[in-house]
């Protein structure tokens, strides 16, 4: 496994709409590991394939909650319901943290690393997660969602996805 380089905003990578992930092999099963280890040492509770610099639909949420890492490939939002608004960061953001309202709940269909298809549904925190990471791979960002950014002293305890 490797820690990769993550891409900071302006890119044009985390702007554009990503493509689906055809061939499950190891080279995706790498990629997948990358993004983990990366995830972690940028201490970020998600994080999608084109914050490496990779324009694929592949994405990884780790919210730290019984469900353990989530791996989605080629995901959809199948349903959603309800509304939160919460704060947000995203790694591809340094230091900047906003407010953002999305639906409360949401079902996708992803494939996981062997390109199983999957369905699983998310409420809440992790719910937004989810939400954050597709929203990377349709090339949109959590600033063009942000209702209100955070000063400084409001900023403890916030993570990044
Ligand atoms: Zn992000």
Known sequence: MAIRKLVVYPA???EQPCSEISKFDKKLGKL???MYETMIEFDGV???APQIGQPV????VD???ESGTIEMINPKILSTSGEQTGVEGCLS???LYGEVTRPHYVKIEASDRKGR????EADGFLAR???HEIDHLDGVLFTSKVTRYLEKDELEGVESE
């Open 12 to 14: 044009e990578i985390l």
């Open 32 to 34: 997948l590991d990358d």
């Open 46 to 48: 998600g994080l999608a």
């Open 57 to 60: 639909r592949v994405a990884i």
């Open 63 to 65: 919210v730290d909650d």
């Open 93 to 95: 953001f340094p230091g």
């Open 117 to 120: 298809s999957y369905t699983m």
């Open 129 to 131: 997660a989810i939400q």
